[in-house]
C-alpha cells in the first residue's frame, strides 16, 4: 500500500510540475524578451532564457517614457489607501453580520450580496451623479469611495464565514478578563483569520492595481491615472517594440509578486483554532 501510493505521489507531482511549467513558460518568455532588443516581430518560438549581455534600455525607456514613474507612485498610492479602506469596512461588517443581533440581519446581509449581481456599466451613471454631487470627481477620495462602497460585500461574505468558525468561547475568556468588542477583534478574531484576510488583501490590492475602468472614469487629470492608463498608452505609441512593452509589463507586475510573496506563509496556515477549547 505504501508503494502504491508513493508512486500515486510521484505521478501527481510530475503532472503537476508538468502544468506548472506550461503555465509559466509564457511569464518567462515575457521577461526573457524585456531584456532584450525586439522590434517588429516576436521570435518563432519563446525566449526563456535571455541572450546576454542583458539590455537593459528598455526598462530604462519604459520608467522615463510618458511619466511612467508618476504613474507608478499614484497606482501605489491609491491602491495601498484603497485597500485599507476595503479592509477596514469588510472586516468590521463581517464582525458584526457573524457576532451581532440585530432586526433584519439577514435580509440586508442578502441585499448586500446582490448588489454582486449588478454590472459595474449598469451602476456606472447612478455612480458618477452621485460623486459628482459631492464633488468628488477627478480626486482620489471618490475613487477610495467608490471602491469602499461596491468592492466589500464579496469580502464581507468571504470573512463572515471565516468569523463564525472562530470559536466563541475565545471571545467569552477575553470578555471574562475585561476585553472589549473591538479588542476582541483586534487580538482574536483578525489574527485567528489571517489566510483569509491575507488571501482577499492580495485579490483587492491586485484588482485596484489593474483597475482601468474607474481611473479613465471617474478622473480627468493626467496626473491623477494610474499604470492601466500608462500601458495603454504604451500599446498605442510602442506597440510592435515588443521588449519595451514587456518591460513595462514586468514593471507593473512587480508588487503584486512582492505582495503574494509577503503573504504567501499566512496562505498556508491552518488549524490555528485547534486546541484552543477544550472538548
Known sequence: MKKK??????????????????CLIPFLSMI???????????????????????YLDNYVKAWTANHFQTYFLNTIYVSAVGLVVNLLISITMAYSFSRFQFPGKETIFNILLLTMMIPAQLAMISQYTVLNSLKMIDTYRGIWLLWGGTCVAGNTFFYRGFFEAVPRELEESMYLDGATRFQTLIHCIIPLSKPAIATQAVFAFNGYWTNLFDILTFTKSTNKRTLSVALQLFRGQYTTN??????????????????????????????????????
Request: aromatic share 12%.
Open 5 to 22: 501510493k508513493l508512486i500515486s505521489q510521484i505521478i501527481i507531482h510530475i503532472i503537476l510540475i508538468f502544468l506548472a511549467t506550461i
Open 242 to 279: 515588443y521588449g519595451l512593452m514587456f518591460a513595462a509589463c514586468v514593471i507593473v507586475i512587480i508588487p503584486i509578486i512582492i505582495l503574494f510573496i509577503i503573504f504567501q506563509k499566512q496562505f498556508m496556515q491552518q488549524g490555528l483554532t485547534e486546541g484552543s477549547v477544550k472538548g
Open 32 to 54: 526573457s524578451t524585456s531584456f532584450m532588443k525586439v522590434k517588429g516581430v516576436l521570435p518563432n518560438e519563446p525566449i526563456i532564457f535571455p541572450n546576454f549581455p542583458l
